[in-house]
């Protein structure tokens, strides 16, 4: 009698297991309220996007430059200057505290508040004036014809245009004459202050002569 031999058993491998994939960790929050109104309109609240009326912006930006706060008539007049409307500036700033949290007697923001044109002033304060210049990305809301934000805006553009022209360094120069190309006094400057023989003055020059083309078309 012939014995029949078994088959080897066959051992099938366990299966791999495949690790989780690790996700990443969320972005912190930054809390409070962010202002980025240099040639923008851009805000956040505790990290969501607020969509704002410029309107709004101006009001924003009159509360953030008086911390300790304005009465109801100085913030009409901040926004409509000699024609002042405190009913509709009321109606307005209860829009607003529908979106964010202010006090009033007097009118104050709530939240803790950062801008990019505080930061801006704050930099220039401590002689940072390269840091600043990186910083003006534009100017503040530059279509608003509020009085208070007109005033704060030409103030916050000449104070970085003077540091500029006084610091003694060449990339605040070259900085703002990138995102002012008309602006010849600063176009002057550089080409003054570029060192004999520099490769880059041809580019200078020609911008010079653009920005003299424009003034006189103008």
């Known amino acids: 009698m012939t014995l029949t031999t078994a088959p080897a058993l066959t051992t099938v ?9 690790t996700l990443a960790p969320p972005a912190p929050v930054t809390p409070g309220l962010h202002l980025n ?3 923008a309109e851009q805000a956040t609240l505790d990290g969501q996007t607020l969509k704002l009326r410029r309107r709004f912006c101006e009001i924003l ?8 706060g304005v009465t109801g ?8 200057g000699e024609w002042s409307d405190t009913q509709n500036q009321a109606v307005e700033v209860h829009r607003l505290s529908k979106l ?34 990186q910083l003006y990305r534009g100017e503040l809301l530059p279509l608003s014809d509020a009085p208070a934000v007109n005033e704060y805006r030409e103030y916050l ?11 003694g360094e060449l990339d605040p120069l070259w900085t703002l004459v990138s995102r002012f190309p008309d602006d010849l006094e600063l176009i002057e400057a550089l080409a003054d202050r570029l060192p ?23």
Request: hydrophobic share 45%; glycine share 6%.
């Open 196 to 218: 004999r023989g520099d490769v880059r003055s041809g580019m200078v020059q020609a911008r010079l002569r653009l920005a003299q083309r424009r003034l006189r078309a103008s």
């Open 13 to 21: 491998p366990a299966p791999t297991t495949v690790p989780a994939p």
């Open 61 to 68: 930006v009159i509360l953030t430059t008086n911390p300790n």
């Open 100 to 133: 964010i949290e202010l006090s009033s007697k007097p009118y104050r923001l709530v939240p803790v508040v950062g801008a990019d044109f505080l930061t801006v002033q704050d930099l220039l304060m401590a002689g940072r004036t390269r840091d600043a210049a």
């Open 157 to 167: 553009h000449e104070s970085v245009r003077q540091a500029a022209l006084l610091c």
């Open 37 to 39: 109104f240099l040639g």
């Open 73 to 80: 008539g100085q913030l009409s007049a901040a926004l409509y």
